[in-house]
């Protein structure tokens, strides 16, 4: 089981940027793929992108493409989410997934593929 715990959330301005961090423990973390997703009120949680255990390789959604970067620092086991020219549709809880067991595939992942999960921070965007 992988502990998560999510910073960096806030309110901001339409067009402004953001970085999120999740700090990992409780298991080897360079070994798992980790992702972000999140949930508007009223809606489903999706999926927004994910990184490979080394760290070179990375997926996103569509509707994040080009704005966001999700990264990592295995050595300070955490992971984080570059958010640039935030929209208010990108408003929402952000949560941090853990994946031990699933091998790599560049494909939206979905919710039930994660064990571990942080307790989530939300962002807020202002038009």
């Known amino acids: 089981q992988v502990q998560l715990v999510e910073s960096g959330g806030g309110l901001v301005q339409a067009g402004d940027s953001l970085r999120l961090s999740c700090a990992a423990s409780?298991?080897?973390?360079?070994?798992?793929?980790m992702a972000w997703f999140r949930q508007a009120p009223g809606k489903e949680r999706e999926f927004v992108a994910q990184i490979s255990w080394s760290g070179s390789s990375t997926y996103y959604a569509d509707s994040v493409k080009g704005r966001f970067t999700i990264s990592r620092d295995n050595a300070k086991n955490t992971v984080y989410l570059q958010m640039n020219t935030l929209k208010p549709e990108d408003t929402a809880v952000y949560y941090c997934a853990a994946d031990a067991y699933r091998s790599w595939a560049a494909v939206a992942r979905t919710t039930a593929d994660f064990g571990s999960w942080g307790q989530g921070t939300q962002v807020t965007v202002s038009s």
């Open positions: 409780g298991r080897t973390f360079s070994r798992i793929t």
